[in-house]
């Protein structure tokens, strides 16, 4: 089986400052992570993954993503918010061991970024 | 361009009546996917099929139904059976496999009344 867990439903951050969004994974072998976006009434839009190799993921929009296989973490972060960023973020994650060729993903149950002025 | 659409945005149902709701993608992807979403609750797969003429159930199928007839199409159905359809649907496509992401549709809100 996998799972993620996103921690914190709500994370509020001023606009230029540094933001953190959580991801904790659990899954037999090895991990492919994801982080997702979605507006208001919106699908959502892929950010970044993680399949191998460097730790430090970038993705769209100044997004990155650290991996972190001890601590089975995969948190995202940006240097400096926007209130653009706001908006419902998900973290994923798939296993070749869980499923073969249907590539399913597991959500987390989404974090609620705020970027206030 | 390349995408998903799913149609319509908004849908009302009235109690004991099946909908359908339409997906389709032209990004030539192998498999496809129907997410449901929750407030709080994040995305649950509905069914997922990974080629056509086959589909599988997945962890909340119950009152719901699919077919795959066309590699770029991906029906939904709900069924009277399902006792609280009330949800925003998410269908998704990629390329298969564990380490490709997925690209959504824009959602259909269905509301019952």
């Known amino acids: 089986a996998q799972s993620v867990a996103q921690p914190e439903d709500q994370v509020n951050v001023a606009e230029g400052n540094p933001l953190t969004v959580k991801c904790t994974y659990s899954?037999?072998?090895?991990?492919?992570l994801f982080w997702y976006v979605q507006y208001p009434n919106r699908g959502l839009q892929f950010l970044l993954k993680?399949?191998?190799?460097?730790?430090l993921v970038k993705g769209s929009y100044g997004f990155e993503a650290e991996f972190n296989k001890s601590q089975t973490s995969f948190h995202l972060k940006k240097p400096s918010a926007l209130v653009s960023d706001s908006a419902l973020y998900f973290c994923a994650v798939s296993s070749i061991l869980y499923n073969t060729n249907a590539g399913k993903s597991t959500f987390g149950d989404g974090t609620t970024l705020t970027v206030k002025p | 361009d390349g995408g998903i659409t799913q149609s319509p945005k908004y849908l009302f149902r009235k109690e004991g009546q099946n909908v359908t709701l339409s997906c389709e993608q032209n990004l030539n992807h192998d498999a496809m996917y129907w997410y449901r979403q929750d407030p709080g609750q994040g995305l649950r797969l509905i069914y997922y099929?990974?080629?056509?003429?086959?589909?599988q159930k997945g962890d909340i199928a119950e009152g719901y139904s699919v077919s795959r007839e066309k590699k770029e199409s991906f029906p939904l159905t709900v069924t009277s059976a399902q006792k609280n359809p009330t949800a925003f649907y998410l269908c998704?496509?990629?390329?298969?496999?564990?380490?490709?992401?997925?690209?959504f549709g824009s959602g259909t809100r269905l509301t019952v009344v």
């Open positions: 993680y399949i191998t190799g460097d730790n």
């Open positions: 099929s990974q080629i056509v003429n086959d589909f």
């Open positions: 899954v037999s072998g090895n991990p492919y």
């Open positions: 998704a496509s990629s390329q298969g496999g564990p380490g490709i992401g997925y690209t």
